[in-house]
């Protein structure tokens, strides 16, 4: 992960068609996250260096120990399309990134967008 000093807004979104469809049809400001709702151990984080930039995003599995996260994967959805989106989504929701060699521990500030509120990254 690039940038660990940004503070994340997460948003849930209900299936990993809805997932793939934003990341692969969208651009989101830099200080994005994604969960999906009946999947909250993973998290999307937007790691892009830009809105204009390619859009580039830390997979984490969250612990169960607070403040406990993991960067299993990081996947460039801006060169992807809804079909491979999907494809990588899934592969981390079936458990297949879990035990990635070069996984490692981050720090990660996430906030839900009520606590999020605005930043230098908000549109």
């Not at 992960?1 to 948003?11: E, G, I, K, N, Q």
């Not at 990341?23 to 994005?32: F, H, I, N, P």
């Not at 995003?57 to 060169?79: M, N, P, S």
């Not at 490692?104 to 930043?119: N, P, Q």
Request: proline residues 1%; negative net charge; glycine residues 6%.
């Amino acid at each position: 992960m690039l940038h660990a000093d940004r503070v994340w807004s997460v948003s849930e979104v209900s299936s990993a068609e809805e997932l793939a469809k934003n990341l692969s049809e969208a651009t989101w400001c830099c200080c994005q996250a994604f969960q999906i709702t009946d999947h909250p151990r993973y998290v999307w984080l937007n790691d892009s260096t830009s809105e204009d930039g390619a859009q580039e995003y830390a997979v984490c599995r969250i612990g169960l120990t607070k403040g406990d996260i993991l960067q299993i994967e990081t996947i460039t959805f801006g060169w992807c399309d809804y079909k491979k989106s999907l494809q990588f989504i899934r592969e981390t929701l079936n458990g297949n990134d879990d035990d990635n060699e070069w996984a490692r521990k981050v720090s990660a500030t996430i906030e839900t967008a009520e606590e999020h509120g605005r930043c230098g990254h908000c549109a």
